[in-house]
Structures are given as structure tokens and as C-alpha cells.
């Protein structure tokens, strides 16, 4: 079975540190990989490496089988990135962020009203972001995994600020994306309810190499 996504050989310096090297790894499909390690150890730069959003100083990326500048415009489609932070506009209340990011994603056909009692926030829609808390500023966010299409979803931190129900519809959301040969690649201080050959782990080590194992 062909890979969804596989790196070779990655290697990424910042300020002139290593934070790794000849990091490898492939996902198939209904797989999630758990990147872990220290806090400036470079998790982030990894995922974001993945997400094209920074390139690395060698090393090469593939998704079904194309190159990762090859067609920007296919991967942007199977791809979806959500940072560490909420990424939302403070000024606009959650239904007009709602709106807005799908607006940016290409997605015309989203029900907000449904999405936001979905995610909890149904009542909350008219309140500008900012007035909001880092949880519920975090579900606005997140929102965009129930209308995604992309194949492979690069999260950064998701359960962050989350209360335990939000972790708990978090977990339900990803369990569907990998039944439906989605792939998932995240970092989390939060445990994950997968075991066996479905999660896959990897741990960076500051100027060490990532280790990949089951």
C-alpha cells in the first residue's frame, strides 16, 4: 500500500542550531503520527516544514506520490494546517469567523449555524472573539476540521486550552478523519486514546535525530 505522506532525510537548522536531521518517516492511510519532544526542540518547525510553510535544509516531502512544490495548488487542497495559536480575528464574532475561514479555505456550502452548535459555541456567535475565552477562541479554530476535505491534517497543540468535553469531541473528530483514510500528524502535551499499528510516534531531541517507533 503507497504511503499518504512520506519525508526523507529532513534536516532543519534555525539561528544556526540543529533541531534535527535525516528525520524520516511515511503514513498510510488511517494512520495519525504523535511528534513529540522538549519545548524548543523543534516540533513546530517540523510541522510546519510538512505544511510547506517553511523549507527545510535538505531533506524531501511527498503526499500520494508528488513532490511538494511540485503542485502547490494540490497540496493546498489535500492539506490543512492549524498553528498553536487560534488564528482567529479578535474583531469578528464567531460567526463571522466561521464565515470568513471558510471563505478562505474554497468552501462554499458550510452550515455556521450547525458547525457552531456542533463545537459548542451555539449562543456565543454573536460575541466578538476577543471577548471570548482561549478555549472557546480555540473551538472557532478547530471548526474547520468538521468541513475539511483534505487528506492530511497538520495540527499544532489542538487540545490546547480545551475543557474535557472539547477533548473528548476533539478525539470523536479524528477518529472519523482516520476512518475515512484520513492522516493525521500533530503535536500534544494531551494523550492520545490510539494504540497500536494506527498511532505512530516520533520524538525530537534538540541536534539529535527524530526516532521513529510504534
Known amino acids: 500500500m503507497s504511503a499518504v505522506i512520506e519525508?526523507?532525510?529532513?534536516?532543519?537548522?534555525?539561528?544556526?542550531?540543529?533541531?534535527?536531521?535525516?528525520?524520516?518517516?511515511?503514513?498510510?492511510?488511517?494512520?495519525?503520527?504523535?511528534?513529540?519532544?522538549?519545548?524548543?526542540?523543534?516540533?513546530?518547525?517540523?510541522?510546519?516544514?510538512?505544511?510547506?510553510?517553511?523549507?527545510?535544509?535538505?531533506?524531501?516531502?511527498?503526499?500520494?506520490?508528488q513532490p511538494q512544490w511540485g503542485d502547490p495548488e494540490y497540496w493546498r487542497r489535500?492539506?490543512?494546517?492549524?498553528?498553536?495559536?487560534?488564528?482567529?480575528?479578535?474583531?469578528?464574532?464567531?460567526?463571522?469567523?466561521?464565515?470568513?475561514?471558510?471563505?478562505?479555505?474554497?468552501?462554499?456550502?458550510?452550515?455556521?449555524?450547525?458547525?457552531?452548535?456542533?463545537v459548542g459555541l451555539l449562543g456565543l456567535e454573536d460575541i466578538p472573539a476577543q471577548q471570548l475565552s482561549a478555549g472557546q477562541q480555540r473551538r472557532i479554530a478547530l471548526a474547520r476540521l468538521w468541513y475539511s476535505q483534505a487528506s492530511l491534517w497538520i495540527l499544532d497543540e489542538p487540545f490546547t486550552a480545551l475543557d474535557t468535553y472539547g477533548i473528548q469531541l476533539l478525539h470523536e473528530r479524528f477518529q472519523h478523519h482516520l476512518q475515512q483514510d484520513g492522516v493525521i500528524i500533530l503535536t500534544s502535551h494531551q494523550p492520545l486514546t490510539w494504540s497500536g499499528d494506527r498511532l505512530k510516534k516520533i520524538r525530537i531531541e534538540s541536534q539529535d535525530e527524530g526516532e521513529l517507533h510504534e
Open 7 to 65: 519525508a526523507k532525510q529532513l534536516t532543519s537548522v534555525r539561528a544556526e542550531r540543529l533541531l534535527f536531521s535525516e528525520l524520516s518517516f511515511q503514513l498510510h492511510a488511517g494512520e495519525i503520527l504523535h511528534v513529540e519532544g522538549p519545548n524548543g526542540a523543534g516540533k513546530s518547525t517540523l510541522l510546519r516544514i510538512i505544511a510547506g510553510l517553511l523549507e527545510p535544509l535538505a531533506g524531501s516531502i511527498h503526499l500520494f506520490g
Open 78 to 118: 489535500q492539506l490543512l494546517f492549524i498553528g498553536h495559536k487560534p488564528a482567529v480575528k479578535a474583531e469578528l464574532s464567531a460567526l463571522e469567523n466561521l464565515h470568513f475561514q471558510a471563505t478562505l479555505d474554497g468552501v462554499t456550502n458550510v452550515d455556521a449555524w450547525a458547525l457552531l452548535e456542533t
